[in-house]
């Protein structure tokens, strides 16, 4: 007898302890994707609803051991990367998915939380754009990390190109920190826009909505979608995670990826 197995998804990312976001954000929208989750724990974090307190790298030497036990055993059909929170922990990665080449990468270029706690020991973005970027099937900045990425652009549009020019296939910039009534996001490839996708902006804040969202396009994408379409449909997954949210805690919400599982025959569209 055959059997079908489930796209296995390397994630690289941080533990969150509320289960909002990280590791824990990426275990539950891959597992609710269809994708079985295998995931490298970068670093560790101290934090609750509303911020982050600390945290601490893993050693690369042991990111290293866990990815590659992984790749030696398992059928890997994309990468996933979030919190690294050093330049050698970056860097080590980066030398991971070197070797692989033909898997896709998905990079969520995580410098900091919601709130804006620094979530890494130095400065990430020369080593972003020099290291990961290059290798990136697709990289998903909000837009305060892609002008942090590209400095020198004035404009989002112009952020986006000098990306792709850094050597990605297609980035993602996400507009929920811009002031607009609706959520507006913008996908570029072959050094032009290739669509916008407009959102309903939910009230409230969320924790872990990016995470979400990058693991989602790493389902996506490791089910052999259309990139376009891969990305369309990791942002309605996430869009109804977010609207099913919670507050657990004093702080942000947390996305319910789990929402299908709860929801009756009807569902809310954005």
């Known amino acids: ?6 796209p296995v998804v390397l994630v690289f990312a941080g533990n969150d302890a509320t289960g909002g976001a990280g590791l824990q954000a990426d275990i539950e929208a891959l597992t609710s994707l269809g994708c079985h989750p295998a995931p490298v724990v970068t670093a560790i974090t101290v934090q609750d609803t509303v911020g982050v307190q600390r945290f601490s790298s893993i050693d690369p030497d042991l990111v290293i051991a866990q990815a590659r036990a992984v790749l030696e055993d398992m059928p890997v059909a994309a990468f996933k990367t979030g919190m690294l929170g050093s330049v050698a922990n970056l860097a080590a990665i980066a030398g991971i ?5 033909e898997i896709p990468l998905i990079v969520d270029p995580v410098m900091a939380s919601g709130r804006g706690d620094v979530l890494t020991e130095e400065p990430l973005e ?5 290291l990961l970027i290059p290798k990136a099937a697709l990289i998903t900045p909000n837009s305060l990390e892609a002008r942090r990425l590209a400095p020198d652009a004035d404009t989002l549009d112009a952020c986006a190109q000098q990306l792709l020019s850094d050597g990605c296939q297609f980035v993602l910039i996400t507009g929920t920190h811009e002031n607009t009534p609706k959520v507006i996001n913008r996908l570029y490839g072959n050094h032009r826009l290739l669509d916008t996708f407009t959102w309903e902006r939910l ?7 990016g995470c979400t969202l990058a693991s989602a396009c ?13 990305v369309a449909e990791a ?8 609207s099913h949210g919670q507050r657990f805690g004093m ?5 319910d990826r789990l929402y299908w599982a709860r929801s009756g025959p009807e569902e809310d569209t954005p």
Request: no cysteine; proline share 8%.
């Open 1 to 6: 007898m055959t059997t079908s197995h489930l």
């Open 251 to 255: 702080g942000q919400h947390l996305p």
């Open 235 to 242: 942002q309605d997954f996430t869009w109804h995670a977010i």
């Open 203 to 209: 009230p409230g804040s969320y924790h872990g909505s």
């Open 126 to 130: 020369d080593a972003l754009r020099s």
């Open 97 to 101: 998915v070197e070797d692989y080449p």
């Open 218 to 230: 790493a389902a996506t994408f490791a089910h052999g979608f259309d990139p376009v379409d891969a």
